[in-house]
């Protein structure tokens, strides 16, 4: 896929992408990254990208005309139609699913504000989709921008090794937080390895991620569970693992 990023640290966003996963899905030519600088647009000796806002108030606003000058550039660069998603905490919360049909586009668009954002008229007239990673305020939107090209990448196809791939358990199956992982060695001064894990029994393993799954998400995230839409094999699960645990605090002296 091809994403083209509009911000004002273009390096930022190349620097983000050059490492594992990305950077290498970038020489395996799944991901095509632009990075489109609107200081380059601007006009006159001081190229301005920014001006005082009307109203008054601190910081400065992007201006209209050198995103529009960037945004035409952008799309003279590549026919294929690309949906424009500017980053702020006011967009929408990302989720995997949305993560997931983003990823199956040929190509989009990310604008990255800076300062105390960009003027309501160019949002207004050329932005589609706003999006937000999360509750709190950045100093732009690049580190966002930077999320969304790490989970579509990871998502496109061939970019995960084989290795890789058992990963994307975790959150793509089914919205359930991930289990815990052990590695060597199976006995040390931090705790012992489930005896489960080590016993070589795949079925008694799998069962016993899935109920830790099922019990991190209640304990951690109680909102992801939709407990109505869990399967009955689920939820048994999940109700033995809340009656051990129970059983447990009781137990103690
Ligand atoms: C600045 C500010 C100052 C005082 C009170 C509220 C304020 N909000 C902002 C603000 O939203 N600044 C933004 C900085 C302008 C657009 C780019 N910036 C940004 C993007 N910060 N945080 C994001 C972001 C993007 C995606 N998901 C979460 C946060």
Known sequence: MRIDVITLFPDFLAQSAALGV???AQERGLLELHGWNPRDYAQGNYRRVDDRPFGGGPGMVMLIEPLQATLQAVRAADPQPAPLIYLSPQG???TQARVRELAALPRMVL???RYEGVDERFLAAE???EISIGDYVLSGGE??????VDAVTRLQEGALNDAES???DSFEGDGLLDCPHFSQPSSHVLGDVPEVLRSGNHAAIARWRRQQSLLRTWLRRPDLLDRAALAPADRTLLEQALRAAADDIVSQP
């Open 22 to 24: 990305v950077g290498r």
């Open 143 to 148: 580190l966002g921008a930077a999320v969304i």
């Open 111 to 113: 604008l990255c504000g």
């Open 166 to 168: 058992a990963v994307q």
């Open 127 to 129: 932005v589609d989709e």
């Open 92 to 94: 929408r919360p990302l």
